[in-house]
Every structure is written in structure tokens, then in C-alpha cells.
């Protein structure tokens, strides 16, 4: 399958003009603080080594199960809108995203790694891109705007090939996806062991974002055969160590059809609780990684000012040792040529230069060295200017080794790193609180908010 977009016609394009809620506007924002691409907070954690990754405006709803479960059927009924193509034959035999956009679209092939660049990985597993595929719609229905589904292909044992490694596909979207809903279909093909393989997988890693329904309960039967057939499956599953937990829970879900009534009791508004709860969960989590992200970033960007000054203090350590260094080194030969020098003129120019006084000061400081001087032999006095100027000469190699600096921010360089901490600081963080108070009011009383 190529990248191709085929169009096609909006069940309810007039929807666009909705409301946005509250939730899908705070995730929104916090993903426009991370993603702006001049001030966002990407782009200043890159600046000081901190890397970050955006929150999702979404969550994404793994569908799993046997075929002919009602996985697609649900994604349909979620959105009241003829997405996905049902029936008791296989019809989805690949990864199909669906979510909310601003008009009818089906993405195919790479397209759909292009809107999902978090989802690139998949192509690491042979001959799934081609077998990917997104849906568009424009429903606002229930909570679908913040909601991306993911149907899965049917499961089934036996000698049933698929195109790629689809057990080793759906566990690895589930280290990536919020929530996992399992379907159960109890016309036979409930208690499938491929299913139940990867339910145990899944179970290990991410039993917490696991739940188990009995899908089309209107066709099983008499309430005895609904229990029949929801023991059989309970049994089984709990024969997996991985799976037998307390509290287990199966609701019974089907897709109500007004022209055909059932006495059975229909759970399916518990899966939208169930996507709700995941999507206030995810909304906290946004807001408190929003925090702590500031946090880090300010912490990283102190650092940086913090280590830019103490390198700043050694620098100028180092060049006042290589400048004492250098000093001493020139000093040494200055000294000797100095003493050949006052040794070849003669005292009465010495007394016309320097005047009676500073000829006998002279006299007083050079007396001690030209004794000490003259008491060596030749070959003695030799050697001494030589270790001297070799003296001289490792001092001023001491002196460059010295004044090596380690590169510090410049004016510029500072003033920014301040400013983004301030950015950070002020801006980033009162948008949080704000956001924070936008989604507590949304349950919480004003009276509540004002304590």
C-alpha cells in the first residue's frame, strides 16, 4: 500500500463548529506549550542537553480479540457513524487508527506513520506498514475527540496466516496505548489461545490498562447460557497464573439495536466510563509531567548558569598563574643580562646615572650574588646561566600550559538562558496553575476552589 489520502464525503461535517471541552482544550494547550517551536518547551530543554517529549492531545485505545467480536462494530457505534467495515468474515486485516479530524478522510501506507510519528517503530516488524491504515472522521460524539481507537485484526488459532507477527505487533502497542479493551466473543471463539497468549503477555507489563468484556451478550442465549459461556471464560483465563487476581470483572455489552429488543442486561456505557476515567487520568498526568518538566528545565538551566560562573572563576584562576608564571620566566634572563650589563660599565658611569645613593643601594643588593658569582670557576658559572635560562625556559612552558580555559557562555548566551528561566518560571508555570483550576472546576465547586 502506498501513502495514498482517498477522500470522501463527511457524515456530519457541520459538527466542526462544536464546542471544544474543557479536557481537549488544557491538553491542547499543554501540548502547544511543549511543541511551539520558538518559546515552547522543547526547544528550551534542547538548549541546555534536557530532552522532552510533547504530550498527546489523545488517548489511544488498543481493541483487541477474537474475529467477529465486535471490535468494529463498537468503534462505529462510539462514534454513530459507518467507520469501520463489519461482519462475521475477518474484515480487518490490519492495524486500522480511527480518530477525529476536521473532515472524512482514509489514510493509507505511510501516510498514517505520518501523522503518528510516535508510531514509526511499527515498521521494524516485516510487512505491517502496509497493512496500516487510519481512519478520519468528523463525529464529536461522547468523548471521541479525545479518543484515538485502534482496531486490531480478528485472532484466531490454527493454520490462519497473517501478513506479519501480529502476536509480537499488538504487544508491542500495548507499551504505547493508555487503555486495552479485550472483547470476548461468546459464539465459540471466547476461549481462543492465541487471544488468551497475548492477553497474558499484555497482563505482565500492563495489567492495570486491561479490561475484559463479553461483546455481543444479546447472542449468547438465555441468561444461564450468558453465565454458562462467562464461567467457561473466567475459568480459563484464571488457569494463566498471570491472570488469577481478585476483583475480576466482565461486563456484558452489546450494541443496542431498537428494532431488536433483549432482556440482557447492556453494560456497554461502562466502556465509556471506563475511556472517560482514562482520559481524566491522562489529563492529571499531562498537567503534573507539565510541572515537573519545569522543574527539570529550570534545574538544568541553574546548572548550566551555575557551572558557566565557577568556569568563569577558574579561567581567570588560570591566567593569573600563567601570567606569574610568564613573569618569572622573562625575570630569570632579564636578571642576568641586567648583571652583564651593570658589569661592563664602569662605576663613575654608573654614580652619573644613578646618583651616589642609588649606586650604593645597587651595590648593597647586587654585593651578595657577584661574590657568590665570582667565587665559582669557569666552568661552574657555565653551567649555572645554563640551568638558569633552562629554569626560565620550562617556566613559560608552565605558563602556556596554564592559560588553557575551558569555553564559557557569552553575555548574550546568559541573557537568554535567564530569560527562558524566567519564561519557564512565571509564564509556563502560571499557565499550568490556571489549567489546573480549569479542570478542577469542572467538578469541584467554586466555594471548594476558593480554600
Known sequence: MSGKIKNRSAANADSLSG??????????????????????????????????????????????????????????????????????????????????????????????????????????????????????CTSRQKRFSLVT???????????MKYPFDVDEVILWLGDL???????????????????????????????????FYLSKADEAGGES????????????????PGLNKCGFDMPTIYIPNPNKPSRCVNQIEEVCRTVEKTINQTVQNTLNSLEKDCEVISEAITDTLLNDRQTSVQNRRARCKSCF??????????ALMALLVLGSLSPELLEMALGRE????????????????????VEQRFYSCGGLVLFSFLLLIFARFSFRTRPTLSGKQKRQLQEKLEYVQEVVKSKKKKLYEEYLRQSVSDHDMDL
Open 149 to 159: 481507537f485502534v482496531d486490531s485484526p480478528g485472532l484466531v488459532d490454527g493454520d
Open 19 to 136: 464546542g471544544v471541552s474543557c479536557d481537549e482544550r488544557i491538553l491542547r494547550d499543554c501540548h502547544q506549550l511543549y511543541a511551539d517551536p520558538e518559546s515552547g518547551l522543547m526547544t528550551v530543554a534542547e538548549s541546555v542537553g534536557v530532552k522532552l517529549l510533547p504530550p498527546r492531545k489523545k488517548i489511544t485505545v488498543l481493541l483487541m480479540g477474537n474475529h467477529s467480536a465486535g471490535k468494529s462494530s463498537f468503534i462505529n457505534w462510539y462514534v454513530e457513524e459507518h467507520i469501520q467495515r463489519t461482519g462475521v468474515a475477518i474484515e480487518t486485516q490490519g492495524f486500522s487508527f480511527v480518530t477525529s479530524g476536521r473532515k472524512r478522510e482514509s489514510l493509507t501506507g505511510n501516510a498514517t506513520l505520518h501523522l503518528y510519528p510516535h508510531f514509526k517503530p511499527l515498521q521494524q516488524f516485516k510487512g505491517v506498514s502496509e497493512y496500516l491504515s487510519t481512519e478520519i
Open 358 to 377: 642609588g649606586l650604593e643601594a645597587l651595590s648593597l643588593y647586587l654585593t651578595p650574588i657577584v661574590r657568590i658569582f665570582e667565587s665559582l670557576s
Open 225 to 240: 447460557d450468558r453465565q454458562r459461556v462467562m464461567m467457561q471464560i473466567v475459568q480459563e483465563l484464571c488457569k494463566r
Open 177 to 211: 496505548c493508555d487503555l486495552i479493551l479485550v472483547f470476548f466473543d461468546p459464539m465459540g471463539q471466547a476461549l481462543c489461545k492465541r487471544t488468551l497468549n497475548i492477553v497474558e503477555s499484555l497482563n505482565e507489563k500492563h495489567g492495570d490498562r486491561l479490561h
Open 325 to 334: 608564571l610568564t613573569l618569572l620566566g622573562f625575570s630569570v634572563p632579564l
